[in-house]
C-alpha cells in the first residue's frame, strides 16, 4: 500500500449532510513531498466533509508543530503551526482543478486523495522566516553568544571604509 493512500476520503456511499474525519501527519508524510531537507514536525487534520448533489465542500482545520533552526542563531526551536482552508468538488467526466480551491472530480471516482492538499496548508501557514521570538521585554531569545558573534563580524557603518573600494562602489552605483 502506498503511504499516502490512507490520506483519502471515500465519499461513495456517504449520505449528503456533513461528515468528519481526522488525519495525523509525520515526517514520513513530509517524506513522500520533500526530495531535499525533510519537515521535522506533526500535526493533526481535521477535514469537515459536506457532502451534497452538486458541489462537495472539504474544510480543512490544522494544527500541529515544527521542529527547525533558528534562522539568526541557529540553535533548534519549536514554531506553532495553525491554518485553515476550503477545498470546492464538483463532479464531472475527468479530473481537473478550476482554481486553486476549486476541483472537478470524476463521476465514477470513490474516493479523494487530499495529501496534497494538506501538504499545502502546511507550508502555506509557515512563517516567512524561523527566528526565536523576543522575550517580554523586547528581547532576542536567541542563543546570546551566536548573536554576539554576529555582531562581532557585522559591518559597521560609521567604520571607516577602505577607500580602495570607493571605486567599484562608483561602478555598482553606476549600474
Known sequence: MEYLAKYTIPFKGLKDGMHEFDFSIDEEFFKQF????VY????????SFNKKSLVTTLSFELEGKLNVACDRCLDPME???KGENSLFVKFGEEHEELAEDVIVISDSENEIPISQ??????TLNLP??????????GESTCNKEMI?????FSVNED????PRWNDLRKL????
Open 40 to 47: 521535522q514536525g506533526e500535526a493533526k487534520i481535521k477535514v
Open 172 to 175: 555598482i552605483d553606476n549600474n
Open 79 to 81: 514554531i506553532n503551526v
Open 117 to 122: 492538499y494538506i501538504y499545502e496548508l502546511f
Open 148 to 152: 554576539q558573534k554576529l555582531n562581532d
Open 159 to 162: 567604520e571607516k571604509i577602505d
Open 34 to 37: 520533500q526530495t531535499e531537507e
Open 128 to 137: 516567512l522566516s524561523f527566528i526565536h521570538p523576543d522575550d517580554e521585554n
